[in-house]
Nanobody
Framework: QVQLVESGGGLAQTGGSLRLSCSASARVYSMGWFRQAPGKEREFVSSINWDGGATYYVDSVKGRFTISRDNGGKTGYLSLNNLMPADTATYYC??????????????????WGQGTQVVVSS
């Protein structure tokens, strides 16, 4: 069983930046980030393929968020720039040992982190 540990959440002002990290206990392939705002369902944010060569973003974060991963395949990152109050949510890291490409669906992931909270003040 692979464990994912997230870090990097916190409080930011509108226009500010944060960097989230996701550390896996073993090598994983596809990685993704989801978020859940208070009172809303969890939504897809971004995905990266097994070698970092392909990425995908939900329209609302394109140009502001950047997903990346290290060469060892065990750590993923999500850089959040130009933050807006609408980005306030708990952010979850997800990883797969079955999928190698871009994965948009929650069902495509095998492992989940505990979540890290991001709060953006206006």
């Amino acid at each position: 069983q692979v464990q994912l540990v997230e870090s990097g959440g916190g409080l930011a002002q509108t226009g500010g930046s944060l960097r989230l990290s996701c550390s896996a206990s073993a090598r994983v392939y596809s990685m993704g980030w989801f978020r859940q705002a208070p009172g809303k369902e969890r939504e897809f944010v971004s995905s990266i393929n097994w070698d970092g060569g392909a990425t995908y973003y939900v329209d609302s974060v394109k140009g502001r968020f950047t997903i990346s991963r290290d060469n060892g395949g065990k750590t993923g990152y999500l850089s959040l720039n130009n933050l807006m109050p609408a980005d306030t949510a708990t952010y979850y890291c997800a990883a797969s040992h079955r999928q190698w490409g871009i994965v948009l669906s929650e069902d495509g992931y095998d492992y989940w982190g505990q979540g890290t909270q991001v709060v953006v003040s206006s």
